[in-house]
Structure formats: C-alpha cells, structure tokens
C-alpha cells in the first residue's frame, strides 16, 4: 500500500482548517448584517437599528411583540420627578441655549434612569449634540421639517437651534422637543423598537405609516410625562402648555408630507393622555385601537 507523504498530509489539514475557518467568518458576518437594519426615516423617525450589542442580548430575546406592547416600563408608575430647574433662557445667547439643553437633558436622563431602575432594565444615556444648521446624520440626510432628530446609530439627539429660536426662545417648547427625541431613546434602550422594525419587514405602505405613528405617538407621550413633572413651574404654566397642546392640534401634521406623526388632534390627544397619567404606561400606542393612532 502507498504511503502519503507526511508533508501532504499537513497541507491537507492546514487547508482544510482554513476553509473551515473561514466559512466560520461567513457565518459571523451574516449573522452580523441580519442584526444590522439600514432603513431610516426622519425627525423621530431618522433612525437606523444598530448592531444587537453584548447588553442588549437578553432584552433582544423576548418576545417580539411583547417587547411592544407589555414593556416591563408599563408597570413603573408615575415618571419621577426630579425637581428638574434648567434656569432662566434669555434670548441672543447661545451659550444659555446649550447650558439650558444640558440640563434638562440631566434631568431625562436622572428621571427615566430611575424608571429604568425600577423595571429591572439596564440604563444608558444618550448624547446631545446641539447645531444650528442641517448635517447628515449616521442615519441619512436631515429632513426639511425638523428641528430635532435622534439617530439610534450613535445614540445621539441633534437639536437644531435657528437664528429665529434664538432671538426669540419659547422654554416650554424646545423643552418639549428634546424630550420627545428623548423618547426615542427610551423606545431604543427598553427594546421596543426592536419589534418596531421587525414588524415593518415585508409590509405594505399603509401598515409601515401606522407603525410609525405608533412610535412618534408613543414618543410624544413620553415627552409629555416629563413635562408634567415640571407643571406648575414657570417653564411649563398652564397657559403655555394649553397653548402648546392647541398649536400640535392645529398644525402637527402640516409638517409632514404623509400621514406618519398622526393627525393634528391625534397628536393633541397623546400629549395630554400623558401630561394628565404622567406614566409610561400611558402611552402604550402599540396596544391602541386604530383609531386612536391615526
């Protein structure tokens, strides 16, 4: 019987190894691409869905829907109040713009930790970064109507501040704002829109606009229940938030070319379901009856 060469034989299993690694290496960088969502959208819905990361594994398993619908953030009560005081914002200072973004920014991030906290689920902040004209985000061009977007890619909200804002500051209203790409933040981190773009694969056109205004809604929900921790303060009076609420009625959907933020008194209707429960469970949109997200 001829023998094999004992150089052979080495070559033979040196290659073999290396096709095997390297079909491992496939397999891992499919794995990672079906982690990986390149869809974006705009304002709060200029998002793109990040790699699933070592924290994220054990909230990612659960199931899709429930992720949704029963978030274990529904069952936390009241959001707490933190005694948020950003202080005065006068105008023509930007310096005052962004120490007065830094701090209610403190204060979502004190108020909702402790949220997080207390339903058992790990916590990060988001990064703020303030401008004063359009860029491109990690997730896509900036959109014509929006003054603020939160990009889940760097985990970042922009807050754009216009020359108009400038001169002529309204507290209440950019408040608002940056609490509401706040919330997005919060449907990124709690894993709930984890189900949001699962959910949107393989849909027609009329289902992904109603995904998405379940999520703006939700956000803006969640925005409202930091603005009842300030009621009754001179950020937030009752003036200005009947003002606000009214002006979201009025004109919420004129900025938008379809129908995916929710009609005017939609919009009206979320922001004053949080503002008068003030909890996260209030603003369970995913669970609504249709016509409340419309």
Known sequence: MNSVPISKVVALVAALLAL?????????????????????????????????????????????????????????????????????LPPGSMTAYRRFLTRITACLNKAWGIQFRRAGLPFTKPRLRIITSKVKTPCGSWNAGADGVYCSTDRTMYLMISRDQLRNPFPLGITRLIAHEYGHHIQQISGIWNYYWTARTGTTKAQRLMLSRQSELQAECFSSIFMRTLRDTPLVTDADWSYTVDW??????????????GKGPTQAAWMTRGFNRGTPGSCNTWAAASRNVT
């Open 248 to 261: 979201f009625r009025k004109n919420g959907a004129k900025g938008w070319p379809q129908n995916d933020h």
């Open 20 to 88: 095997a690694l390297a079909a491992a290496g496939l397999v891992l960088v499919l794995a990672d691409v079906a982690t990986t969502s390149t869809e974006s959208a705009n304002e709060g819905q200029q998002i793109v869905s990040p790699p699933v990361k070592a924290a994220d594994k054990k909230r990612a398993a659960a199931p899709g829907k429930a992720l949704a619908t029963a978030n274990p953030l529904y069952k936390t009560g009241r959001l707490a109040d933190v005694k948020c005081s950003p202080g005065e």
